[in-house]
């Protein structure tokens, strides 16, 4: 018997497993490159991959959309999403801008040692991932990092903001994941992110504020750099293939 034709009562306590399984194993997928852009993400195929029945697979692809890893098309399901174009982001940052620098500063003056001992947590995963090279260990840098700002933006007890700041999903993330760069980027948004809680630390709003927008300016650069290589290994790698001549 399928899971899918387990009466709930009975399923109900292995079913966020299998979902968090089928989450896990995607994203990895698409970290790792197997699942390029534009890959479409057939349920049945993916159901038969994994060894896993239709409904944890489904969950995890919603659960996988809000990143921006993944997008859902109406008519034919989901799709690994594109990467982000330069002036995408740009826009991007610049939303972040809006946002965040208000968050550090606000965070400088409504800290607790519990919120600071979670954004410690967070740094020490990243600085963790720059000594480790795989996609496992950059995922749980993506997670790290995300944890980090979106600590910050939950702690202006505000759920609305707190969602409209989510809703900018995580697809600069995206770019990270290859080789050295993704190590480097780790490390140096690891360095920022401590300066940030120093402020913090010190209720230094104007300090935090400030920090968190040279922050989020780095990794415009950074990420409009490891764009830039992306385009141009794809330039490189299309200009190696042998074309056929015309007969």
């Given at each position: ?87 995408e ?29 979670q ?31 979106t ?10 903001i ?18 050295r ?28 504020a ?38």
């Amino acid at each position: 018997m399928t899971e899918d034709h387990v009466p709930p009562s009975r399923r109900r306590s292995t079913r966020v497993p299998l979902a968090d399984r089928a989450y896990e194993e995607l994203l990895l997928q698409v970290i790792r490159g197997r699942r390029p852009p534009g890959d479409w993400l057939n349920i049945h195929a993916l159901s038969r991959e994994l060894n896993l029945s239709a409904t944890p697979i489904r969950e995890a692809l919603a659960r996988l959309e809000p990143t921006g890893f993944v997008r859902r098309n109406p008519l034919r399901g989901y799709e690994v999403a594109p990467l982000l174009s330069p002036t995408e982001i740009q826009q991007l940052m610049d939303a972040r801008l809006l946002f965040e620098p208000a968050f550090a500063a606000e965070a400088a003056t409504s800290s607790t040692p519990a919120f600071l001992q979670q954004l410690v947590d967070t740094i020490e995963s990243m600085e963790h991932a720059g000594d480790v090279t795989n996609a496992e260990s950059l995922k749980e840098s993506w997670l790290a990092d995300e944890s980090f700002h979106t600590l910050l933006s939950a702690n202006t007890g505000n759920p609305f903001i707190h969602r409209a700041f989510t809703a900018l999903g995580s697809q600069l993330q995206r770019f990270r994941f290859s080789g050295r760069a993704g190590r480097t980027h780790a490390l140096e948004a690891a360095k920022e992110h401590r300066e940030i809680l120093e402020a913090i630390r010190r209720g230094d709003g104007v300090a935090a504020a400030e920090l968190m927008r040279s922050h989020i300016e780095s990794a415009r650069q950074r990420t409009l750099a490891d764009e830039r290589a992306v385009h141009e290994a794809a330039e490189a790698a299309a200009s190696s293939t042998p074309r056929r001549s015309a007969r």
